[in-house]
């Protein structure tokens, strides 16, 4: 399968931009990565190593490409060299849609005509930003969940006005890189998965921000249903607490439902920065996290 594109652009060097760009890489694209912050590919390249390695991850792309491949990766602070001649530009800057809207446009102002752009969003349609970017035909929602971790599927929406070819390029983009295309047909914030991730971490948050149960029995009891080597809030600590509280107040201010607010304890913990594994505490302290432990599903172990 020939490759849509030869030059991609990440706009946000964090840990999903990051990992995008590795992925890009590694599939043979011409990856520049673009941030604000001058330290930013740096920083999040050592956080994603020193993380899958502390939790032995076995990630999708070898160990012993990962340095080739972000030698590759050009970085740049500057709008104007990072889009320059790009055919696809990925959005993954914070989950805040007037953050997202400047990008666009910025975007817009400094790409060629002819590129395409997708939001990593985790929750906003697309049609939120479209406009923004002054193409908005050219406009598509590209979510990723952790590709590097073996999450290899990706949701992928239209706008409102998103010509069916941009739709094919973008649908042949996520599988080059090796990731299921899941394809959203009318718009819906969280899109395919991610929305219904959303229903089982809201209810996991209201239980424990609401005195009901203890954090840890929500992860033992989906380890052991689900069979999987993390819970919802071991997830959320690797997610980022700040960026699922952005997420939560993005469901929030659509329906203004008081039962979509984030518990008052989620922002307590943000204020003691206590984000989860990219500050060593969230729910769990790390690197050694006790859902890792041999005691923690042991019946025997109290
Ligand atoms: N964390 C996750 O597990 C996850 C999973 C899927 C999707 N997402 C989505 O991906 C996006 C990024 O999330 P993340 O976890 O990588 O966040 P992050 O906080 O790790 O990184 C965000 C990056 O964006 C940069 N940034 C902020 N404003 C900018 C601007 N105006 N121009 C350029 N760069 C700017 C920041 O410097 C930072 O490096 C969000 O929309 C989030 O919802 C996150």
Redesign the pocket.
């Known amino acids: 399968m020939n490759n849509p594109f030869e030059k991609v652009t990440i706009?946000?060097?964090?840990?999903?931009?990051?990992?995008i760009a590795l992925l890009s890489a590694h599939s043979g694209y011409k990856v520049i990565i673009?941030?604000?912050?001058e330290s930013?590919?740096d920083?999040?390249y050592n956080r994603l190593t020193t993380d899958f390695k502390n939790k032995k991850i076995t990630p999708a792309i070898p160990w012993e490409k990962w340095d080739e491949l972000k030698k590759s990766i050009k970085f740049s602070t500057d709008p104007a060299v990072a889009l320059k001649d790009v055919d696809f530009v990925v959005?993954?800057?914070?989950?805040d849609l007037e953050?997202?809207r400047?990008?666009f446009k910025?975007m817009g102002e400094n790409a060629p005509a002819r590129a395409i752009f997708a939001?990593?969003?985790?929750?906003?349609p697309i049609s939120r930003m479209e406009d923004a970017s002054g193409r908005p035909e050219k406009c598509i929602n590209t979510?990723?969940?952790?590709p590097l971790q073996g999450m290899y599927m990706t949701d992928l929406a239209p706008g409102s006005k998103t010509l069916p070819e941009v739709m094919e390029k973008g649908d042949a983009w996520i599988r080059s890189l090796g990731c299921v295309p899941l394809l959203v047909n009318k718009e819906i914030l969280g899109f395919c998965f991610?929305s219904v991730w959303r229903a089982i971490k809201k209810q996991s948050l209201y239980m424990w921000g609401n005195g009901f149960v203890d954090f840890r029995d929500i992860d033992r009891a989906w380890r052991i249903f689900s069979k999987m080597p993390i819970g919802p809030f071991g997830f959320m600590d690797?997610?980022?607490l700040?960026?699922v509280y952005?997420?939560e107040i993005v469901y929030y201010n659509d329906s203004k439902d008081p039962k979509d607010k984030p518990p008052e304890a989620l922002m307590e913990k943000i204020k003691k920065g206590e984000l989860g594994v990219?500050t060593g505490k969230g729910f769990y302290s790390y690197p050694n996290p006790e859902f890792l432990g041999p005691d923690f599903l042991d019946p025997k172990k109290k």
């Not at 706009?11 to 990992?19: I, K, N, S």
């Not at 939001?119 to 906003?124: F, G, I, K, L």
């Open positions: 706009v946000g060097a964090g840990f999903l931009g990051t990992q673009y941030d604000t912050k930013a590919f920083e999040t959005e993954a800057v914070f989950e953050i997202k400047k990008v910025m939001s990593n969003s985790s929750s906003m979510h990723f969940y952790l991610n690797t997610v980022g700040d960026v952005d997420i990219k």
